[in-house]
């Protein structure tokens, strides 16, 4: 990664070091400033050369140690996927939110081009090809989760967790969420549409090609860049291949182990990762916050879905939700569970985590 840095007095007095050892860097003359209004926002002004759009991310260090810089996440401006080159570029910053503690006059931050590689990005799970029973197998669910009917899918490959608020902030430049205090929460109150021009936006960020059109909300499956999952891919990547309840048994003991629900959850969302990871090697497919899938929803979409790689219904007025969440009962959560919500309304309780094609 190209670098540059600047040394900063936290909330007194910030100032840069020399660049000459940068001196083919694209990021150049980087200064960092209080602002004086009693806030803990930090101006960060930079140079960017260079004939193209790059991704640009801030980072900064609470001690005196200059290898262990975080990644820093609440930050308007020039910031994050397609910053176009030029001088005066400005990245506003919320030290106040990100390190909150680091009152302290002895703290640096660097301005860098990613390379997209950093753990704030979703990891993605390789989800291979298979046949399941789809719907209520138990035969104690809900008239719309049945016929039980089989469905075979192509692999795919699908985020390990939820979308977190760190990662939504980080590429949307705002965060919806009703829950508060860690990065590591899931992102929620986002509404479909704006799950979507997420995956457009991480797609840019790689450089892949969008899934979505952002005007006809079309996905073209066929592209190979991140998109919302199907309620078939959703549902066969939560089993991993298992016919109970919950991916971890029948009983509620084994939802606690998988998930957070009303039982367990203490109101509110909790950090992705926390509970047993599936078989598939996926965080978080029980509970949490309810996650939204790319299908229309369709109550009697079972009766006639097709057997290869369903898509779901052409039209509907509400988008297809899976997993229960933190104020779901354990019914809720089950593998088998079928939601659907108002594609612009974001509920506090309502998430989403991301697939793609897989690599070649």
Same mark, same amino acid.
């Given at each position: 990664m190209k670098k540059a840095y600047a040394s900063l007095f936290v909330f007194i007095l910030i100032f840069v070091i020399s660049f000459s050892a940068f001196a083919q860097n694209p990021v150049s003359n980087v200064l960092a400033t209080q602002r004086r209004d009693g806030s803990k926002i930090v101006e960060v002004s930079y140079d960017l050369s260079g004939g193209q759009p790059q991704f640009i991310e801030l980072y900064y260090t609470s001690d005196s140690v200059p290898s262990e810089y975080e990644l820093a996440i609440t930050c308007t401006g020039d910031f994050g996927p397609n910053v176009d080159p030029g001088t005066g570029k400005l990245i506003l910053w919320d030290a106040g939110t990100d390190a909150p503690n680091s009152e302290i006059p002895d703290c640096r931050v660097r301005v860098q081009i990613s390379r997209i590689q950093s753990s704030i990005y979703p990891v993605m799970i390789s989800i291979p090809a298979g046949t399941f029973q789809m719907g209520d197998l138990s035969g104690e669910g809900n008239e719309q989760e049945r016929p039980v009917h089989q469905v075979t899918l192509s692999a795919f490959e699908m985020g390990r967790t939820e979308v977190t608020q760190g990662q939504y902030q980080l590429l949307m430049g705002s965060n919806p969420s009703y829950f508060s205090g860690s990065n590591n929460l899931p992102v929620e109150k986002v509404e479909w549409y704006d799950a979507v021009r997420f995956c457009n936006k991480l797609s840019t960020a790689h450089g892949l090609l969008h899934c979505y059109d952002e005007v006809s909300w079309e996905c073209d499956f066929s592209r190979n860049g991140y998109r919302l999952p199907t309620e078939a891919e959703w549902e066969y990547a939560c089993r991993a291949r @298992?016919?109970?309840?919950?991916?971890?048994?029948?009983? @509620?003991?084994?939802?606690?182990?998988?998930?957070?629900?009303?039982?367990?959850?203490?109101?509110?969302? &909790?950090?992705?990762?926390?509970?047993?990871?599936?078989?598939?090697?996926?965080?978080?497919? &029980?509970?949490?916050?309810?996650?939204?899938?790319?299908?229309?929803?369709?109550?009697?979409?079972?009766?006639?879905?097709?057997?290869?790689?369903?898509?779901?219904? +052409?039209?509907?007025? +509400?988008?297809?939700?899976?997993?229960g969440g933190w104020y779901r009962t354990a019914f809720g959560c089950r593998s088998a569970n079928r939601g659907s919500t108002s594609p612009g309304y974001g509920y506090y309780g309502t998430g989403f985590r991301v697939v793609r094609r897989s690599s070649p």
């Open positions: @298992t016919e109970t309840l919950y991916n971890t048994g029948d009983s @509620t003991s084994d939802l606690e182990t998988a998930g957070w629900y009303s039982e367990n959850s203490d109101n509110k969302t &909790h950090p992705v990762g926390q509970k047993r990871v599936n078989a598939f090697g996926l965080f978080d497919m &029980h509970g949490n916050v309810v996650e939204w899938c790319n299908d229309w929803y369709d109550e009697d979409y079972y009766e006639t879905s097709p057997s290869a790689d369903p898509t779901g219904s +052409s039209t509907s007025i +509400s988008r297809v939700v899976r997993g």
